[in-house]
């Protein structure tokens, strides 16, 4: 179910994110904070690949969306753009990728918002500079986590910490797969990225 046609979100979407690149900033980034791990390496979805793999998620009205290494806020803006989420949030470790996201709100607050209905007006949208194993995910219903350079230990940790979600709450993993008992897989889809393309898991906590 969406919220906005697709190409009216793309459309927003390509205004939000013209004129600069998540990867210089990554690339910087890591250099500044000597941050070298494979976990930090960057990548970015792409709107119509990425709207595939949230509808097999089905999101509801008035759900929570997290985006676990949220990057410049791509996923956590389309997500805000084209579904009925009551709230967004994008969780990422590297401030500067943060304080880009930041920027694309401000500009989404500023020219965008306010032409937009009343759900986007109460829609709630948060960029948190921090690491999404020890940030508080128990209001999420639909997490995304766009994994693919993230290692066996990592996972290892982010998979404990998504057994503690909420009943019913749904986790798309792309690029890696998620193996407990407590996360039940419903489907796999091929999502394309500005990368190449990747497998992406929806799993559902038990
Ligand atoms: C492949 S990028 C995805 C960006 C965005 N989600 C997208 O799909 O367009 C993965 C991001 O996860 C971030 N990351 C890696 N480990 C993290 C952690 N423990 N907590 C928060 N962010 C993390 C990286 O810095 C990187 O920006």
Partial sequence: MGRMELARAQELFEQLYSGFSGYDIARQEKERLGKQEAATTYGEVIPP??????????????EVFFDLGSGTGKATML?????????VVGIELLPGLGDAA?????????????HLGPEHQEQRIDFIDGDFLVEDLSEA???FAHGTCYGPELMGKLTHKLEELKPGARVIMAGQTLASPELVFQKMKVMKTDWGSALAAVYKRR
């Fill in 49 to 62: 690949a990425f709207h595939d793999v949230m509808l097999a998620a089905a999101p509801q009205a008035g």
């Fill in 79 to 87: 997500a805000a753009l084209a579904f009925p989420f009551r709230r």
């Fill in 102 to 114: 930041r920027k694309v709100l401000s500009h989404y607050d500023a020219q965008i918002r306010p």
């Fill in 141 to 143: 219903d639909v997490l």
